[in-house]
């Protein structure tokens, strides 16, 4: 396997390419979060489901960004990350 910038930015520590990966439990748990936020669009409930779905999405980019299988995934955090962090600040 040669060493070139495609290699550092897709490939793992295996040599497979990983764009995406099966969910894990911090994502599993924003997309619940989304979907009931949609069911329950009002009150204490919307809140708290407003309050984990960022927590998780959150603790995603934050272990994307530092233990993430390669360049591109954690890039992926990174701009999660950012996006979040902007869209509270707004």
């Given at each position: 396997?040669?060493?070139?910038?495609?290699?550092?930015?897709?490939?793992?520590?295996?040599?497979?390419?990983?764009?995406?990966?099966?969910?894990?439990?911090?994502?599993?748990?924003?997309?619940?979060?989304?979907?009931?936020?949609?069911?329950?669009?009002?009150?204490?409930?919307?809140?708290?489901?407003?309050?984990?779905?960022?927590g998780?999405?959150?603790?995603?980019?934050?272990e994307?960004?530092?233990?993430?299988?390669?360049?591109?995934?954690?890039?992926?955090?990174?701009?999660?990350?950012?996006?979040?962090?902007?869209?509270?600040?707004?």
């Open positions: 396997m040669g060493n070139t910038i495609f290699d550092q930015v897709f490939r793992d520590r295996e040599g497979e390419i990983v764009l995406a990966q099966m969910p894990n439990l911090p994502i599993i748990v924003w997309i619940v979060a989304t979907v009931l936020k949609l069911i329950f669009t009002t009150g204490k409930i919307s809140i708290g489901l407003e309050v984990i779905a960022f998780s999405l959150f603790t995603w980019a934050w994307e960004l530092f233990q993430g299988v390669n360049y591109f995934r954690r890039a992926l955090g990174l701009i999660v990350l950012v996006s979040l962090i902007l869209s509270k600040i707004q």
